[in-house]
């Protein structure tokens, strides 16, 4: 792989099709997600450890809210247009050089923010031009596992 992933200190983290399988379900007023436990186990673990992990979406649901809140992410930049400048403004205000940090994402509107980052990553699953750009491609996809295995990689890389 070539990066050194025990320097990251920032996991920046799209929701839809990343944390979720980008499946929405509209029912009366609100919108329905469905999150994996193992990447939730996952995301918390590495926030122990004393990473930071924000949620960085296009979107901003209440169901996304709670889960932050569930998991212990306190940096959310939801109803998010530009990606980029999110994680830079991230980077900024934690002191964190943008090399020290992780995008994970799964669409064509991520892939700037993929460039930005350290070290990007996206889900099997996510779109051609994510795929090319991803320094890892997880085997599983979005809302099944591909987080988990991103955590497991990078604790793994700090544990060595």
Known sequence: MGFDLSTI???????????????????GSSVSLRFNAKDGSGIMRLIEEGITVSLVSFRDFPAVRRRARDLGITHLCLGCRDKVAAVRR????LSIEPERSVFMGDDARDVPAMKVAGFS????????????????????????????????????????
């Open 9 to 27: 200190r920032l996991l920046a983290l799209d929701v839809d099709g990343v944390l979720t399988d980008g499946g929405l379900i509209y029912s």
């Open 90 to 93: 991230l980077c900024s205000e």
């Open 121 to 160: 990553a996206c889900p099997a699953d996510a779109h051609p031009l994510a795929l090319r750009a991803a320094d890892f491609v997880a085997t599983s996809p979005g809302g099944r596992g591909a987080v988990r295995e991103l955590v497991d990689l990078i604790r793994e890389a700090r544990d060595a």
